[in-house]
Each structure stands twice: as C-alpha cells, then as structure tokens.
C-alpha cells in the first residue's frame, strides 16, 4: 500500500512480531467488554472518504470498516477469503480470468441493494477516474469487468496476475453504492455509503465517527456500538497526554519510540494504561536517484551500504522499538532473503567502504545531501537521516548533510529529480511479496529514481506473477532481491513493528495489529 501509504506513526520499524504482547489490551475468556461506544486517537488524518481517491493509511482505516470489499484478510491472516463474496477463484488456467459470486441479501447502509452492478462501477469508477492520490495505479492488468447477472463478477485480465485477489481484498477493492457516487468525478462532501460493518456518520478536521451498520451482512462480528477516531494532526505529545488522561482509549499510531519506551517501563499494572505490539510489514528505505552525478555512482552506493550501521540507528534514534532490514522483502513474508546483509555485512566497515569508492575512481570526500520529511515516515525521520549522515561522516569518507521540507514539496522535488538520497517508506497494499517489488522495479515504478532492470522487469516480475502457488516464487523472488543488494538503487533499512498504548477497560486490540495492515474497529470492545 503505498510509497504514498506511510503513516507517521512510530518507527514504522522492525520484524515481524510472531506473537502479541497479551494484558488488559487483550481478549481472553469473558473479558469482552460491554458493546460501548470506543475512542481511538491518531496523529495522522484521513485525507479522503472516496475509494477512487484515498491511497493513504487514514484513509484506508475508514475504507476497510465503513466499505465492504468481494474478498478480505481475517484477522492474523495474510491469503484473502470471501466477504461480500460467497465464492471466488480464477476460472482459466492462465489466472487471467477471476469470477466472484456475491452473497445473497446484501445492503448498503442506506438500504439499497448491492449487486454486481455496484462492483463493476466500484472498479471501472476508479480506472476511469484514475485519481493520481487513488489506488488505480494497483490495476494496470485488469481489462474490463464483465456482470452476466446480478450476483456473478468476473474481472478479465491483461496479463496473468495471481495476487489479484490481494489487491481486490483490499481497500482498493472497495465498493461503492451506484446510485450515490459520481462516475466521473471524486465525491466532495466527506460523507461515504459503503456496505461494511460501520457507517460513516460525520467527519471533519477534528474526528470521524462511526456507528455500526445495521444493514451489514458479512465475516465481521461487531462487539461495540461504535468508534470515533479523534485526529491530534501531528501532535504527538497531545496523543499522548490523551491516552494517559482517559480522554481516548486507544493511542493508534503517532507515539514517538521514546513515548513507547516511557510507557512500557513505567506499566506496573496500576497505571491503567498498556503498550500492545503487533506485527507488521511497514519498511523503509534510502533510495538513490540512479541520474544523479553523485548518488548515481554505484561507488557511492557501496559504500553507504558498508558504512550504514542499522542496530545503532535502532538503538539511538529508535530506543530499541525497530528491526534491522537487510532486504526489500520483510521478514514474515514468503520470499524474503537477507541479500544486502549477506553482501554488506551487518557491521559498518570503513575499509570496504573506502575500496567501493576507489573502483569507482573517487579518492576525496563525497559531498552528499540526504533529503527528508517531517513526520510522513514516522516522528524521528529527521533525526533518523541526521544519524546516518553522522555515521558517513565520522568515516572521514564523506560531507554529508541533511535537509528536511514539507511532505508536498517533497514529493514534487522527488518527481522532478531534484534529490540524490531520499527516504521513502512503505505500507503493503496487501502480504504479499508482489507488493514490495513490482511497485519499486517494475514498469513506472512508484520510487521516481530511474531505475530498470530488463531481467526484473522482464521476467522475474511476470513470473512470480503468473504463480497462483506463491511458495514457488521462492527462487525467482531470490533473485531479484539478489539483483537490487548489487545495483542498488535502494537501501533498505528497517521493517516496523506496531505499537498501539490501549486503557485496561479496553480488549481486541492485538486483533488489529498484523501484517494486513486492516485496523478492524470490529474487534473492539470497552467495559462499561
């Protein structure tokens, strides 16, 4: 989900956690709470209520509760299963043709039927409006959707595509009522009509809430009677005041690493309140722009990648909250190796560094600017991107310096060339190795730094595409994280977990925090 998929939320760091933290943010035996009303603070926003647009996390949150989707991931899950469909599967044998089968009786909240008419337009509303902020970018091989009658979808591709039922399982697969959005245009009123299990009931700058939708028919077993997302707009010391104030139950993304740390050594059980972590599949990057005069050295890649020392990032900028990346892939996801760590080592070495620049013919000083952003790719960004550049320094090989400006003109700087070295980060659309590589390298790839491999682009993408049994994509996924430790053009850094500080009155919470990145508001639940 999205170099434009960040939350500035914590680290967005680490491994795959393999188990959840348990206590008072937990469920367990009769511990349900009462049904009431939950209240859930962020730091970040919701920049858009239309599917056809938003392809942020904030978005994609209120998209995944308020939305229904044919397929979606169960909690703990990474493979899709039927939602608003009954059936689903690939009816060739070239996974080119996809046929889903709704459920029968299913409403939106405003008590219209939903049928396939509603799908088709759902998914042809998005190409056609192909929102440059939207998720269509996700469906290059989806030719036409095809309804033979009201309960039957079947969507014709382009080219073989296996993970299709990932990406229409997620917030992009979501379905709109016919009758109540534009074809050709994005909805303007922040208001939303979907067929999830909650209903949209107002929303503006301050917070969104929701109440349950009595008209939802799917997976979803509701266990309170709503959830308002109070938004703190960057300001994490104010979410975090709020949490310990009670004036929200759950702290949803947006503590600093040290906000963490505090809570976890100061909860001795009385305090009322309790870290729950989660696993996730968030990343983050150095990426090079391959036409720059310096960054586009491969000797200068090199020796970054020799010099990078992750564990001491981890410790000092992250206090102990992240886990070293050494690969594009996650960990906890099929296909991941440890390429850049088998070919740089997990040690800085100033040694191997020096000698990647001398084959490159530099023997002075690289004067380097490492470009970032305030808070889009978590609150110490900046102070991450000022480590690293200590760390080149402190080589004797490198000028690094680092410059920080606002996420828009970021990105336009990024799209123009303008950067050498920027970070980037990344949320999974869907768990999937596809979503890590084929947004990165492929064709128009998401990153802006002119970077193509025929080999990747050629045939190890198609390939692993073409694969509806994903364990077989082992060795070709292998390959190209291979290809990227040698070329470069990205350097990954660390992978997230995810962390939430929840009030001992409130359960479910670790339902909420896996790889699919799906918050379910569902799985909440409050004592009175």
């Known amino acids: 989900m999205k170099i434009r998929n960040q939350w500035p939320a914590l680290p967005i760091v680490a491994g795959l956690a393999s188990g959840l933290l348990t206590g008072c943010g937990t469920e367990s035996g009769d511990s349900a709470g009462d049904g009431s009303n939950v209240v859930v603070g962020m730091s970040d926003d919701i920049l858009a209520t239309d599917p056809a647009s938003g392809y942020d996390p904030g978005s994609w949150l209120l998209f995944n509760n308020v939305f229904q989707s044919l397929l979606s991931f169960p909690k703990g899950a990474t493979e899709p299963q039927p939602e608003a469909a009954e059936t689903c599967s690939f009816t060739d044998t070239r996974t080119t043709v996809y046929t889903c089968t709704l459920k029968d009786g299913l409403k939106f909240s405003n008590g219209n039927e939903l049928t396939s008419k509603d799908v088709k337009f759902s998914f042809d509303r998005m ?4 929102d440059p902020d939207g998720p269509a970018i996700m469906f290059p091989m989806l030719e036409k959707v095809e309804t033979p009658d009201e309960k039957t979808v079947v969507f014709r591709l382009n ?35 979907g067929s999830g299990p909650y209903k949209l009931d107002s929303f503006d700058d301050g917070q969104a809430v929701f109440s349950v939708n009595e008209n939802y028919k799917g997976t ?13 707009d960057g300001d994490q010391t104010a979410l975090k005041q709020a949490i310990q104030k009670g004036d929200v139950d759950i702290a949803y993304r947006g503590l600093t690493a040290g906000d963490i740390a505090d809570t976890e050594k100061a909860d001795d059980g009385t305090g009322g309140v309790e870290v729950v972590e989660g696993s996730s599949a968030e990343v983050q990057h150095l990426v090079f722009n391959m036409d720059d005069p310096v960054a586009g050295k491969l000797g200068v890649r090199k020796a970054i990648a020799h010099l990078l020392d992750r564990e001491a990032l981890i410790k000092d ?13 996650p960990a906890g996801i099929a296909g991941h190796n440890t390429a850049f760590f088998d070919t740089y080592g997990a040690r800085p070495s100033r040694s191997k560094a020096q000698a990647a620049l001398r084959e490159d013919g530099i023997t002075g000083k690289v004067k380097l600017t490492l470009w970032s952003t305030p808070s889009r790719y978590g609150p110490a960004t900046d102070q991450e991107l000022t480590a690293i550049a200590g760390q080149l320094n402190a080589s004797g090989l490198f000028d690094a310096n680092v410059k920080s400006v606002p996420f828009g003109q970021y990105e336009k700087d990024i799209a123009a060339g303008k950067y050498g070295v920027y970070v980037k980060g990344w949320v999974p659309d869907y768990p999937d190795a596809d979503n890590f590589t084929a947004p990165f390298f492929g064709k128009g ?20 595409a073409a694969l509806t049994n994903r364990a077989a994509t082992d060795k070709e996924y292998g390959e190209l994280q291979d290809i990227v430790a040698a070329e470069l053009p990205v350097l990954p850094v660390w992978q997230a977990k995810q962390y939430a500080v929840v009030r001992d009155s409130v359960y479910g919470l670790e339902y909420c925090l896996d790889a699919s990145t799906v918050f379910r508001f569902w799985e909440l639940s409050k004592d009175a």
């Open 127 to 130: 190409l056609k409006i192909n």
């Open 220 to 232: 979803a077993e509701v266990n309170n009677t709503g959830v308002t997302l109070t938004f703190f």
């Open 159 to 193: 080219t073989a595509d296996a993970t299709f039922p990932s990406k229409i399982a997620s917030g992009a697969g979501s379905i709109v009522d016919h009758s109540q959005y534009d074809p050709d245009g994005l909805r303007k009123d922040g208001e939303a009509v």
């Open 445 to 464: 790839n998401v990153l802006s730094n002119n970077y193509a491999n025929d080999t990747i682009t050629g045939s190890l993408i198609p390939r692993t």
């Open 317 to 329: 900028v992250y206090q102990g909250t992240a886990t070293p990346l050494y690969s594009i892939i």
